[in-house]
């Protein structure tokens, strides 16, 4: 089945790097574009950035631009998040996501937990 | 950017009753809009696309309508399995989605 499954998540200290993956199967990873999506605690949710399925067009938020980094190792069927100087308002369930058709998410990791604190 | 607003955060319905729920943007976004529903503890699902094209496992009784700046969903008869956060989303300007703040959907 297709599924999605997040990892690298954890307590890391503000100014400090994090590297999150996605590990993609059921689906040919490669004709798709993907996302990450994050929630902090008890908020709703916000979007981090897009990468295409050719791995080379990638879109961020603003609030990450030039900290995140969005990449796809095709070979891996893996999505992956490089985040370098974190903030405290980086806390939250980052989730991986598939993008449908150029248009909605319809598939969805079950999330990591990323916590910037002191 | 575009931004969502979601109407209201928080709706009370008695099961078996109708919900409404709304979103605006802050411009156009065409049909370009989904919702998706999210449970306690649970990831998104989404639930609508193209604003009224519903998902493929979830009952009829959820319909989505609207064009340019205002969108609504509706849940015809409220079931227990109903209640929930519900999110709207814009992906007029794909790929820089913006997501609305949420619907609490709570039992009355």
């Known amino acids: 089945q297709v599924q999605l499954v997040e990892s690298g998540g954890g307590v890391v200290q503000p100014g400090r790097s994090l590297r999150l993956s996605c590990a993609a199967s059921?689906?040919?990873?490669?004709?798709?574009?993907m996302h990450w999506v994050r929630q902090a605690p008890g908020k709703g949710l916000e979007w981090v950035a897009n990468i295409w399925s050719d791995g080379i067009n990638t879109y961020y938020a603003d609030f990450v631009k030039g900290r995140f980094t969005i990449s796809r190792d095709t070979s891996k069927s893996t999505l992956y998040l490089q985040m370098n100087s974190l903030r405290a308002e980086d806390t939250a369930m980052y989730y991986c996501?598939?993008?449908?058709?150029?248009?909605?998410?319809?598939?969805w990791g079950q999330g990591t937990t990323v916590t910037v604190s002191s | 950017e575009i931004v969502m607003t979601q109407s209201p955060a928080t709706l009370s319905v008695s099961p078996g009753e109708r919900a409404t729920l709304s979103c605006r943007a802050s411009q156009s976004v065409s049909s370009n809009l989904a919702w998706y529903q999210q449970k306690p503890g649970q990831t998104p699902r989404l639930l609508i696309y193209?604003?009224?094209t519903r998902v493929t496992g979830f009952p009829a009784r959820f319909s989505g309508s609207g064009y340019g700046t205002d969108f609504t969903l509706t849940i015809s008869s409220l079931q227990s399995e109903d209640f929930a956060v519900y999110y709207c989303q814009q992906y007029n300007n794909w790929p820089l989605y913006t997501f609305g703040q949420g619907t609490k959907l709570e039992i009355k």
């Open positions: 193209g604003a009224s």
């Open positions: 059921g689906f040919t990873f490669s004709s798709y574009a």
């Open positions: 996501a598939r993008d449908r058709a150029h248009d909605a998410i319809d598939v």
